[in-house]
């Protein structure tokens, strides 16, 4: 699997700005502020430690941004199902508030720490995505929350390794993989079922390679659960 090649299809950024209409009686309609949404970057663009440039998020320390969300990253393959799935036409590339569309990987096939070569970039696999309410803002769905969390399609996030430029059409190399039977799928499946084993999230909670605040939350999980 070392070796194993995907493509950078899109490369994304998005400033904090706010959307919908106060005060509507839908609360799908009203106003909300984020940076959700991305448009495709042209060219090389830099990626520091906490992420894209020119990229923003307006929670950060809250699952978004930071060293350990940099950058969050989505299977390109996804998209075709959710237009077929949804009958969203329009649903395409930066439509998960993603930074990065790739081809060749997804859920099932990325494992936590896995450390992936983008142009002169290094970057490794530190959590998935949690969906959380803006999808379905940005959707108009109020199932698109629900819709990621039983399909896996949640995206991934990343923390930079080494820093330097990325751009569409690039090559996405794994480089190592530590945790072969850490895959984000399995981490998020874990996570969202209340019957979890209470082996796996023991585990899970060990893994230092996983973000702290996911570690956190499965160490909280095994003592709930002893008590």
Request: hydrophobic share 35%; charged share 25%; net charge neutral.
């Amino acid at each position: 699997m070392i070796g194993a090649r995907g493509m950078l299809l899109s490369v994304r950024a998005g400033r904090v700005a706010r959307h919908g209409t106060p005060c509507a009686a839908d609360p799908l309609e009203r106003e909300w502020t984020s940076a959700f949404y991305k448009d495709a970057v042209e060219g090389p663009r830099h990626v520091g430690r906490e992420g894209l440039d020119g990229d923003e998020q307006r929670d950060k320390g809250r699952g978004h941004g930071g060293p350990h969300a940099a950058l969050l990253a989505y299977a390109a393959a996804h998209y075709p199902k959710w237009r077929v799935e949804l009958g969203e036409p329009a649903m395409d590339f930066g439509g998960f508030g993603e930074n990065l569309d790739v081809d060749g990987f997804d859920e099932t096939t990325v494992c936590i720490g896995d450390t992936f070569e983008i142009g002169d970039c290094v970057v490794q696999v530190a959590s998935p995505r949690g969906p959380c309410n803006n999808i379905s803002r940005r959707w108009k769905r109020p199932d698109m929350v629900n819709r990621v969390t039983d399909t896996g399609r949640t995206g991934w996030y990343l923390r930079v390794l080494k820093e330097g430029s990325v751009a569409a059409g690039q090559s996405v190399t794994l480089t190592a993989r530590t945790l072969p039977e850490w895959t984000v799928a399995r981490i998020f499946r874990l996570r969202v079922d209340p019957d979890g084993d209470m082996a796996g999230l023991e585990a899970a909670a060990a893994l230092e390679l996983l973000t702290p605040d996911w570690r956190q939350w499965f160490a909280k999980r095994v003592t709930e659960r002893a008590s």
